[in-house]
């Protein structure tokens, strides 16, 4: 605790008050100096650290990646609006959750940044997208040979070709696999169309390859019901 007051623990101390009141909209908190006082009476030692807090910042403008915003009601709902107060847990939850929904909307290769405007009124906030190609289903196949049936493949890849291919979807393949009890680890790929002169060079096309490791004590007669 007393290093807190020192130097070089104050500055430690200053930053993590910083994150708590921008966490809260204060982004323009001013700690000051810490004050001790020792009172004899019960040996109560007190630390005092001025806080001015600033004006709370609120959302002016809110500006989401346009691959989002045409799909008008299907988008997901921000925890950030316009006119009311900026939260930084919400800031960081809302760039993840537009990720995501770029990600399950076939953007399998998507990124979000993020920039925060300070205006005079307010604070813009502005989520940009490197989205990436949305990519196609081509083949299913498996990385190398083994005892997994073409059929049983096809049956457990939820996208079927030609579809776009959603993260989530990838999820619910592997679930599949998993769910049966006869592979010890699954791990599914998406790789470049390969032609015979080799990969095609179709960004937006990728084939599901799957790499399991079957496991030795169980015969592999089985199939996948759904």
Do not use: C, K
Not at 10 to 27: D, H
Not at 114 to 126: F, I, Q, W
């Amino acid at each position: 605790f007393f290093a807190l007051i020192e130097p070089e623990g104050s500055r430690r101390l200053e930053s993590a008050l910083r994150v708590a009141y921008a966490t809260e909209g204060f982004l323009d908190m001013r700690p000051g100096t810490p004050a001790d006082a020792f009172s004899g009476e019960g040996g109560r030692f007190t630390v005092t650290i001025p806080i001015v807090e600033g004006e709370r910042a609120s959302v002016v403008a809110l500006e989401i990646p346009a691959e989002i915003e045409s799909a008008g009601a299907a988008a997901p709902v921000l925890g950030l609006r316009d006119g009311e107060p900026f939260r930084f847990d919400d800031y960081l939850s809302d760039r993840a959750r537009l990720q995501t929904w770029l990600r399950n909307d076939g953007y399998l290769y998507a990124r979000v940044t993020s920039v925060l405007e300070p205006r005079p009124d307010g604070l813009a906030v502005r989520f940009q997208a490197d989205p990436g190609p949305r990519v196609t289903r081509g083949d299913a196949r498996t990385a190398r040979d083994g005892r997994t049936r073409q059929s049983v493949l096809e049956n457990a890849v939820t996208t079927s070709p030609g579809e776009v291919i959603r993260a989530s979807s990838l999820d619910d393949t592997r679930e599949r696999f998993m769910q049966t009890g006869v592979f010890r680890s699954v791990d599914l790929r998406l790789l470049p169309v390969v032609g015979p002169d080799g990969p095609l060079g179709h960004e937006d096309v990728r084939d599901v390859v799957l790499d399991v490791a079957e496991r030795s004590d169980i015969n592999l007669e089985y199939s996948l019901r759904y």
